[in-house]
T-cell receptor
């Protein structure tokens, strides 16, 4: 299956704390993308990490990729209430044009 | 870049009626996707267009569903003889062809079948 599986399903933290979400997948990939979805809205692309990269940063986001374990993690540092959303990972296979999403991690940041 | 636009934002229909949704992708994007999302779940892939050609249709899509993308620009998704199980958020996304190209999503059309 091309689908990524996010863990945990739900996460509740206090504003200012760090949030870590994990993603596991089963196939070899070309890249892996993370998306955020606020309630009632479409998904927004956050960051892409290629299969030959191990870590990538974007602002308060840090993504790691371990292709030997077929896993990725998304770290949000110094979380804010506005980070409250669902987060999805989407592994992309070498020849694939589409992204298959799991059920996501629902993050709640308490003010 | 005005983003992906979907209309209508909300649609309430009675069971058995037909509905049609429209998606206007980002103009230079040649790839267009439709997804369906129910509460608490991730988006499920429905179908994919490369320009005007529909290259894949999910088995989730019954014969009551049809999608078009005439001239490779906007796309429509039609559901015939709607059922209560069709109630969901229908999301459209577009992207360019590069392997690292992210998907740009619209804010969806929420369908409620009564």
């Amino acid at each position: 299956s091309q689908q990524g599986e996010e863990d945990p399903q739900a996460l509740s933290i206090q504003e200012g704390e760090n949030a870590t979400m994990n993603c596991s997948y089963k196939t070899s990939i070309n890249n892996l993308q993370w998306y955020r979805q606020n309630s009632g809205r479409g998904l927004v692309h956050l960051i892409l990490i290629r299969s030959n990269e191990r870590e990538k940063h974007s602002g308060r986001l840090r993504v790691t990729l371990d292709t030997s374990k077929k896993s990725s993690s998304l770290l949000i540092t110094a979380s804010r209430a506005a980070d409250t959303a669902s987060y999805f990972c989407a592994p992309r296979m070498d020849s694939s044009y589409k992204l298959i999403f799991g059920s996501g991690t629902r993050l709640l940041v308490r003010p | 870049d005005t983003g992906v636009s979907q209309n209508p934002r909300h649609k309430i229909t009675k069971r058995g009626q037909n509905v049609t949704f429209r998606c206007d992708p980002i103009s230079e994007h040649n790839r267009l996707y439709w997804y369906r999302q129910t509460l608490g779940q991730g988006p499920e892939f429905l179908t994919y267009f490369q320009n005007e050609a529909q290259l894949e249709k999910s088995r989730l899509l019954s014969d009551r569903f049809s999608a078009e993308r005439p001239k490779g620009s906007f796309s429509t998704l039609e559901i015939q003889r709607t059922e209560q199980g069709d109630s969901a958020m229908y999301l459209c996304a577009s992207s360019s062809s590069g392997e690292g190209s992210p998907l740009h999503f619209g804010n969806g059309t929420r369908l409620t079948v009564t």
